[in-house]
């Protein structure tokens, strides 16, 4: 339904009606609109009913919780799924904005960059979460995928990538188990990822 500045001003009467046809008119940005009807700028995307908000994958996440407490693993694993993708997306959202703001915006490109990894770290938490709801579903052909996946952006030094591999040991995809020691060879320079970071969101 679009709603016409006259229907404003006669429902809102006044001002504040005259300020709100000209925003919605596309004449105002949310924070101008804030500054003249002295309200809160409205920022839609920082609320859990965006499928684009970090917000809305943790409730999602949350709720997947609740899910696997009641061994409803169905519900679970679709509520894990929407949030893997969710954080999968916004991760590389992110990602792309701190690459456009190198040697441009320091600021703006660190805060994205950091925005990144925090998504990414949340994505892996998503998959190993599913990972777990797979294996409870004697599913291992799915959750083996996912294991993979949490070890290359995570890799083996890294707490959450110790566990992917050790779900790897106990399904029996591996044979060797990982006492969480540091690999005695350096790594190769050309393929590996920092272990402080997780990897670029996937594809």
């Known amino acids: 339904m679009v709603v016409s500045p006259r229907f404003l001003r006669y429902t809102l009467g006044g001002w504040a009606a005259a300020v709100l046809s000209v925003a919605l008119a596309g004449g105002l940005s949310g924070a101008a609109l804030a500054q003249a009807t ?101 599913k291992p052909n799915e959750a083996v995928p996912l294991l993979m996946e949490i070890l290359r952006s995570q890799q083996p030094t890294r707490e959450l990538g110790q566990r992917a591999y050790q779900q790897l040991f106990e399904l029996g995809f591996v044979d060797e188990p990982y006492s969480g020691r540091a690999a005695a060879t350096p790594a190769d320079p050309t393929t590996s990822t920092d272990p402080a970071e997780p990897a670029a969101p996937a594809e």
Do not use: C, H, W
Request: proline residues 2%; charged residues 20%; glycine residues 2%.
């Open 38 to 138: 002295g309200s809160d700028p409205v920022r839609p995307l920082n609320q859990t009913t965006s499928a684009l908000s970090i917000a809305a994958g943790q409730q999602l996440m949350t709720e997947a919780s609740a899910a696997i407490a009641d061994q409803n693993y169905a519900l679970a694993e679709e509520k894990l799924k929407q949030a893997r993708d969710s954080f999968n997306q916004i991760s590389s959202y992110y990602q792309e904005l701190a690459q456009m703001f190198i040697g441009v915006d320091t600021a703006i490109n660190r805060s994205n960059r950091e925005k990144a990894l925090e998504t990414a770290q949340l994505r892996d938490q998503a998959s190993y979460q599913l990972a777990l709801v797979y294996r409870s579903q004697d």
